[in-house]
Every structure is written in structure tokens, then in C-alpha cells.
């Protein structure tokens, strides 16, 4: 199916509005910090401004051209009002601290220190400087911060409906992978608490409908922003630079396939720039960027992780899986062990480790999505249905989204060892997993496709 040039274009004024929203509020709570710097935890008017301000915004956000039908509109108003109704009532309480190791971090920054009061959270991820940025325009508030990480997964929200709109889902698609999406349980903890996978989601999604735009109109403009996009998120954690890689991975193995040596200079020209610019971050901050992906090329680290990874004894709640892998140090099991932990990594809590009532919810409001996601990718492979890319634009974005779920799944599995920690480092990976399931069932499952 082609997209034309008008329609891949057409700007969009919802996000613009909605960021001259949040910069109205955020100078008017700024002006209240000023008055009183020290205001923590109940600042209850910079606390109703942001939660207005903030509706507002998204009010203005799904405005845009973006929602087919008055179902989503429901849809979307009861995902923004599940989220702030948790984010209250989970600060309802006025306690000091509430465990947040992130807050605590940020909250230590904030006046100075690299550690909280206790000394028991030290300061080893880049999170806390946003959070610090944060404090800055509205005050320690954890209430507010809340409210805006639950806004930045509307946003994911709404980069998902433009890529359904993108790929031409009929309604009915739309509305159930919205609703997957919107009232994931994780998606709506991750996003309305102190986490960074509510950054994540949003500049993941962002990433990912732009590189749909690439592959339906192969404007090498689109793929550099799908790149640049993924950097915040690389620096907040250095294993998602694997959705970068994925991204140069699939242009080359897009050049094979043309024979337009003009667009293969530009295609060439843009790698170069992404290359070149990939080496000035990493001179200045290579530690943030590719912090744990140096075990990589440190041998004696590797193994050392290797060796240790299963032997962690925090395994939150009971969640702990492969415990039988420590102790491994030969390079031939890590091999033959990767599949076995990408699967867990993917798909835990497996159903034959679910003792508790957490383990079954889990497994049916994440796990489930994931595997149908599975069983469609075996019948997409299985059926040869990847033959057909060479034809429709819609094959390779299947296989493209294969491909960066497996690059980012690899070096999880590795660097997690309970079924609580894969959950929230694998929610970004929601959005490709919605598209594999609607590219699937709207084209190759259906006699629609394009063949020779």
C-alpha cells in the first residue's frame, strides 16, 4: 500500500499545543518555587495546576487528527483517569519517604549529596538528574512528578494511534490493541509512579512511528530522528542503544534490496552522521551511554557477570528464574543458555511458576500479550510470509520489529534474573509488539497482501 507524500508529511499541531500547555504551567509553578523553595510533598495548588494543566494537555493532544471514533475517545479518557486516580490515591499518605529508591536519589540530589539520609541508595543512574530538573520547576512533589509520568505515557498513547493510522488498521484492530496498550497494568504502574520506563515508553513509541514513516516513504530524515530519539533513552539506560543498532541493521539490509544509488549515498551519508555523532557521545559521556554494555568488551567482567548473574539472592518476591545458569563460565554455555534466557526474559512468569495470585495476574495482563505476539511471529516465519517483504512495506516493518525485540531481549536476559525486573525492562517493547499483531492479523492473515 503506498502513503502519499502529502499525507506522511502533514504536520501535526497536537503535540506543539500541548508543549505550550506544560511551559504555561511549568512558569507559573516555577514563580510558586520561587516563593517557597522548600514546599515537599503536599503542595496541594502546584499540585491541582499541574493535574489541570496537564488534562488539558491532553485533551489537546488526542484533538489532533488522531482518534477514528467516540470509542477511543472513551478509551482515552479512562486511561488518563485510571492513572491519575492510582497516582492519588498511592500519595494520598503525607510520609517522608515512601521507598522510592529513584526519589530518594533525587531527592538526596537535589540538596547537594549523592546519598539519602540512610546511606542506603546511592546514586547510579541518570534518572535522578531528571527528577532533580524536575524539583526545580515544581518542587519536591511527588504527586506532581507522578502526574507527569502518567501524561508521558498518553503520549506513548498517542504515538501508537498515529502508527495505527500510519499502517491503516480497520477500527476494530484499533480499539483492541488500544485497549491492550492503555490498561496494561504494568504500562499504568511503570507510568503513574517514580520509574524510568515511563520516559521510556513515550521516546520508544516516538522512535518507532518514525521509523514506520522510513519504511513507508524512505526519507532518510525519518530514520536520523528515529535514531536521535533513542539517545535519551540510551543515556537513562545504556541496553536500549540496541534499538538504535536494530534501526542500522535494517538500513543495511534495506540497501541490498534497491538499486537507487542515489538514496544508497544518502542512506550511507546519514550512517556516517549518525556514526560521527555516536563517537562525540560517546567521548564525552561513553560511561552513560554504554555504561552496561562495556562487559561486552571486557572479558573479565563478563565473565564475572556471568558467573554472578543467577546468584543474586534479591529476587523480588519470589520471582527469582534460572537459578541453575550460575556459576556457568564457558562462552559455549553462554550460547546455548541465550535462547533459554531470552525466552524468560520475554515471556516470565512462566505458568508452571505461578504459585500466587501476582504470578497468574501477571502472566495473563503481560505474558499472554507477548506470547499470542510469539505464536503470530512463528506463523509469520513458519508460513514463509516473510518472502513477501520484498513486495510490501508491511513485511519489512514485521521483520524490522522482530529483529529490535530480539537485539534489546538479548542483553536483558543477560542483566535479569526475576520475573519483576524482566516485566518493567520489557514494557517498552509493548508498542512493537502491538504492531506485529496488527500488521499480522490486517495483512498476512488476510488475502489482501500484495504478492507477485
Not at 318 to 330: D, E, K, N, R, V
Request: net charge positive; aromatic share 16%; with cysteine.
Amino acid at each position: 500500500m503506498n502513503i502519499s507524500k502529502h499525507n506522511i508529511l502533514k504536520v501535526n499541531k497536537g503535540p506543539l499545543a500541548a508543549i505550550l500547555i506544560i511551559a504555561l504551567i511549568s512558569c507559573i509553578s516555577f514563580v510558586f518555587t520561587l516563593f517557597d523553595p522548600t514546599a515537599e510533598w503536599d503542595d496541594t495548588l502546584v499540585s491541582i495546576l499541574w493535574l489541570a494543566g496537564l488534562t488539558i494537555a491532553v485533551l489537546i493532544l488526542f484533538n489532533y487528527n488522531v482518534i477514528n471514533s467516540f470509542k477511543e475517545w472513551v478509551i482515552v479518557a479512562l486511561a488518563w483517569g485510571v492513572r491519575i486516580i492510582y497516582a492519588t490515591i498511592n500519595n494520598s499518605e503525607i510520609i517522608t519517604f515512601r521507598g522510592d529508591p529513584f526519589f530518594e536519589m533525587a531527592h538526596g540530589l537535589y540538596y547537594g549529596y549523592n546519598h539519602v539520609i540512610n546511606g542506603t541508595y546511592p546514586v547510579l543512574t541518570n534518572y535522578p538528574s531528571v527528577l532533580v530538573e524536575e524539583f526545580n520547576v515544581f518542587g519536591i512533589n511527588r504527586l506532581v512528578t507522578c502526574y507527569v509520568n502518567a501524561f508521558l505515557t498518553m503520549v506513548a498513547i498517542f504515538y501508537l494511534l498515529k502508527c495505527f493510522s500510519l499502517l491503516k488498521f480497520n477500527q476494530r484492530i484499533r480499539t483492541i490493541l488500544l485497549i491492550v496498550f492503555s490498561f496494561n497494568p504494568f504500562t499504568i504502574l511503570f507510568g503513574a509512579e517514580v520509574f524510568r520506563e515511563a520516559i521510556y515508553l513515550p521516546l520508544v513509541t516516538i522512535s518507532m512511528y518514525f521509523f514506520i514513516k522510513w519504511a513507508m516513504s524512505r526519507r532518510p530524515l525519518y530514520i536520523m530522528v528515529a535514531m536521535a530519539v533513542i539517545l535519551p533513552v540510551a543515556w537513562l539506560h545504556s541496553g536500549y542503544i540496541m534499538i538504535a543498532a536494530g534501526y542500522a541493521i535494517i538500513s543495511f539490509l534495506y540497501l541490498r534490496r534497491i538499486n537507487n544509488n542515489r538514496l544508497i549515498y544518502k542512506v550511507l551519508l546519514l550512517i556516517m552522521m549518525i556514526g560521527a555523532v555516536g563517537i562525540i557521545l560517546y567521548t564525552s559521556y561513553g560511561n552513560s551511554f554504554v555504561s552496561k554494555l562495556s562487559l561486552i568488551t571486557n572479558p573479565s567482567a563478563f565473565v564475572s557477570h556471568f558467573n554472578n548473574v543467577n546468584t543474586n539472592t534479591n529476587s523480588d518476591a519470589g520471582s527469582h528464574y534460572l537459578a541453575w545458569m550460575s556459576g556457568t563460565t564457558s562462552i559455549a554455555k553462554f550460547i546455548l543458555y541465550t535462547p533459554i534466557r531470552v525466552f524468560y526474559f520475554l515471556y516470565s512468569p512462566m505458568i508452571w511458576d505461578c504459585y500466587r495470585i501476582q504470578d497468574w495476574l501477571s502472566f495473563v495482563a503481560d505474558s499472554l500479550i507477548f506470547l499470542v505476539a510469539l505464536i503470530i511471529v512463528l506463523k509469520f516465519i513458519i508460513n514463509k510470509k516473510w518472502r513477501v517483504t520484498k513486495y510490501n512495506n508491511y513485511g519489512f516493518i514485521m521483520i524490522a520489529s522482530i529483529i529490535i525485540v530480539l537485539l534489546i531481549a538479548i542483553p536483558f536476559a543477560w542483566g535479569t534474573y526475576n520475573a519483576g525486573t524482566a516485566l518493567r525492562h520489557r514494557n517498552c517493547l509493548i508498542p512493537f509488539i502491538c504492531v506485529q499483531i496488527g500488521i499480522y492479523i490486517s495483512y498476512f492473515k488476510s488475502t489482501r497482501i500484495l504478492r507477485k
